[in-house]
T-cell receptor, first 112, second 110 residues
Framework: SQTIHQWPATLVQPVGSPLSLECTVEGTSNPNLYWYRQAAGRGLQLLFYSVGIGQISSEVPQNLSASRPQDRQFILSSKKLLLSDSGFYLC???????????FGDGTRLSIL | EDKVVQSPLSLVVHEGDTVTLNCSYEVTNFRSLLWYKQEKKAPTFLFMLTSSGIEKKSGRLSSILDKKELFSILNITATQTGDSAIYLCAEETSGSRLTFGEGTQLTVNP
């Protein structure tokens, strides 16, 4: 069966520091991968999605970037974090457009 | 970007009550409507609806889609304290993108 892993679970970073959040999927190949941000425990906002290695689509302009160096690995990065980058970051995968997305346990990021 | 609106935003009920959660969406590039339950961490998938008028059931939960009126409802019968969670509705549009509503915070008291 397929599983998705995100780490770290929580992270506290100072303003201006870099960021790297990692997400990996096991038990499948060539999944669609997604990064979301959830503010205040409410709706999720899509940040990036990828349909293959090296293919990244950005949904909103921001201080973050994403990369997919391997088929089942999706990384969310920033060179310099802002206070507004605080939030709950969720990674998700799906096999194709006719299948639901499944989420990892998320990373709670606090910027000080 | 299509907009998804959920109501109510929060709901407090007693165990055994039946609840109905609402979700309306826009239709620009509609592919499907999904419901998720989020307790503490990962949203967990409940239903994926693509056809109008066909009810999907899973135990005490059920959901239906109305593509003419552009809404979906999620029903929970005989609620239990374990049903307490945020229920998220999302519209899938072209490119497999999900647009989420703000969620309904359901609290079931014993």
């Amino acid at each position: 069966s397929q599983t998705i892993h995100q780490w770290p679970a929580t992270l506290v970073q100072p303003v201006g520091s870099p960021l790297s959040l990692e997400c990996t999927v096991e038990g499948t190949s060539n999944p669609n991968l997604y990064w979301y941000r959830q503010a205040a425990g409410r709706g999720l906002q899509l940040l990036f999605y990828s349909v293959g290695i090296g293919q990244i689509s950005s949904e909103v302009p921001q201080n973050l970037s994403a990369s997919r160096p391997q088929d089942r690995q999706f990384i969310l990065s920033s060179k310099k974090l802002l206070l507004s980058d605080s939030g709950f970051y969720l990674c998700a995968w799906s096999m194709d457009s006719n299948q639901p997305q499944h989420f990892g346990d998320g990373t709670r990021l606090s910027i000080l | 970007e299509d907009k998804v609106v959920q109501s109510p935003l929060s709901l407090v009920v007693h165990e055994g009550d039946t609840v109905t959660l609402n979700c309306s969406y826009e239709v620009t590039n509609f592919r499907s409507l999904l419901w998720y339950k989020q307790e503490k961490k990962a949203p967990t998938f409940l239903f994926m609806l693509t056809s109008s008028g066909i009810e999907k059931k899973s135990g005490r939960l059920s959901s239906i889609l109305d593509k003419k009126e552009l809404f979906s409802i999620l029903n929970i019968t005989a609620t239990q304290t374990g049903d307490s969670a945020i229920y998220l509705c999302a519209e899938e549009t072209s490119g497999s993108r999900l647009t989420f509503g703000e969620g309904t915070q359901l609290t079931v008291n014993p």
